[in-house]
């Protein structure tokens, strides 16, 4: 199948529904839809892409061509063994204990911090082959702890449970992603850390949002945020957690076309992050001035205000201590933002700039193949830069990367 969007588009909707019809159901102008079919367009806002994808009672990966599996020579690594990790019935049968090893806590920690740093770094592949054995191990641990160490136990197979959710919605696996967001809530409940089990709750919140559950996750985040709320004096960790569920909410606001509200949530979260003074990661989660200012160029961009997303980038701190990963996605928002405004050169920059910064990332993120793939139909750039991206890219040949 041709791997752009509007090819897709036209792949689901062939005798079941007219363009007309699709407009008509996802609420995304014809107009839209025709340019995206006829290749004029191959970008629009991830809101856009939502509604058509439930309009067509798809998930939107089919439409965006995500890469879904990593191969391996190693039987234990990749898709289907942290699918098995995930569904285990090993404790239905007694023997959780009887293939992995439990590990003492500090060793479970230390799991845990790898898999976090692996992801943030942008290594996917490398977590393909340790998700497995680490999901199976803090499960052993979890089950085996003296009832001393039992809560901490649980918190830690918990996180790294939101790792592995955070990993298969990369890879562009969603059903795998709720499977592990539900374990991490269900893991998190036998312990005793209310930030923790906030977090999580965020991270239920984004995954709505991946499926396009705007509403849903706006509430989730909100009450999550209003279950925590902080008096006057609290610890940084809490203030934190508190600020950047005030951005997820605001962030599945500005999805959800409630402008106002995400503007209003976002002023909110800056407070918090004023109060902090700069960039804190706790609870494997960014927040501060950097984390509210990267947000609001989100809520813009998918707002549609692209010369407001561009001009909150430019606030961004120079001394940002934002993980890899969400700088470069951050870089993809203003290539999309700079796409729109027709900034052809400037977008290029971008996303070479995103590829510089987390090569690995690129492999397993549509964005930059849709900004690419704009800027080579549209023509305005000629450049060896933009021919040797779009070949790394294989954007060239859509056959090589997609398939039939």
Known sequence: ???????????????????QELADRSGVSVSLIRKLEQGLKHTTTITNLHSI?????????????????????????????????????????????????????????????????SYWAGRLDLLTSLLPTGLAQLRATARSAPERHRAQAYELLADLYCVTRCTVTRLGQPDLAWLA????????????????????????????????????AHRVALRAAEDIE??????????????????????????????????????????????IGGDR???????GLSQATMQAIDVHVVSENY????????????????PVVLRARGLYDQAFAHVQLGHDERALDSVLAAEA???????????????????????????????????RLAVHDRSALYGD
């Not at 850390?193 to 239920?204: K, N, Q, T």
């Not at 090569?359 to 193949?369: E, K, N, S, V």
């Open 1 to 19: 199948m041709d791997g752009r969007i509007g090819a897709r588009i036209q792949h689901f909707r062939h005798g079941l529904l007219t363009q």
């Open 53 to 117: 994808a439930r309009a067509l009672d798809v998930d939107i990966v089919a439409l965006l061509a995500k890469p879904t599996t990593m191969p391996s020579a190693d039987p234990n690594s990749g898709i289907v063994a942290i699918r098995d990790a995930l569904t285990a019935v090993d404790d239905l049968l007694d023997d959780v204990t009887e293939h992995d090893d439990p590990a003492d806590l500090a060793e479970a920690h230390r799991v845990v911090q790898y898999a976090w740093g």
């Open 307 to 322: 010369e407001k997303a561009l001009a909150a980038a430019d606030r961004l701190p120079r001394d940002t201590r934002l």
């Open 281 to 287: 990661n706790d609870y494997e989660t960014s927040f």
């Open 181 to 216: 967001i539900r374990n991490a809530l269900d893991s998190v409940k036998r312990g005793s850390d209310e930030l923790l089990h906030a977090m999580i709750r965020s991270s239920v919140a984004h995954q709505l949002l991946t499926q396009g559950r705007y509403d849903e």
């Open 230 to 275: 902080p008096p006057s004096n609290v610890s940084l960790p809490h203030l934190s957690a508190y600020g950047h569920l005030l951005l997820m909410a605001a962030s599945a606001a500005a999805r959800d076309q409630q402008a106002g509200q995400a503007v209003d949530l976002l002023a909110a979260s800056m407070e918090s992050a004023k109060r």
């Open 357 to 391: 910064m987390a090569p690995d990332m690129m492999r397993y993120h549509a964005l930059p193949r849709q900004i690419v793939d704009d800027l080579r139909e549209r023509g305005r750039v000629r450049s060896s830069r933009l021919t040797k991206l779009a070949r």
